[in-house]
């Protein structure tokens, strides 16, 4: 069993920067893809940006490319989502998520692919 726990969320205006932080409860924290979802009010939680197990593959959505950044600390047993030139479509709560693979460079999708999520943190954007 993995516990994910994310924090740095918060309050923003437009234009803003925050960094979020999961932090992973597994002595191999090394063997986990990861990624990271959000689920706005009234939405379904939607994908945002994945990880590979060893950091050097990533992939974001559309609607984030350029202006978040994942990467990982495997000696920290933390993943990141640098977030800037944020928007108020940005709010939601985000939720990172974590999957064994033996695949190095392997980085998943969609919902079902992750095993463990953590509990979120809320972001909010003020316009």
């Known amino acids: 069993q993995v516990q994910l726990v994310e924090s740095g969320g918060g309050l923003v205006q437009t234009g803003g920067s925050l960094r979020l932080s999961c932090a992973a409860s597994?002595?191999?924290?090394?063997?986990?893809?990861m990624g990271w979802f959000r689920q706005a009010p009234g939405s379904e939680r939607e994908f945002v940006s994945a990880i590979s197990r060893s950091g050097s593959a990533n992939y974001y959505v559309d609607s984030v490319k350029g202006r978040f950044t994942v990467s990982r600390d495997n000696a920290k047993n933390t993943v990141y989502l640098q977030m800037n030139s944020l928007k108020p479509e940005d709010t939601a709560v985000y939720y990172c998520?974590?999957?064994?693979?033996?695949?190095?460079?392997?980085?998943?999708?969609?919902?079902?692919?992750?095993?463990?999520w953590g509990q979120g943190t809320q972001v909010t954007v003020s316009s």
């Open positions: 998520a974590a999957r064994p693979t033996s695949t190095l460079n392997s980085y998943y999708r969609t919902r079902l692919e992750y095993m463990y």
């Open positions: 597994t002595r191999t924290f090394s063997s986990y893809a």
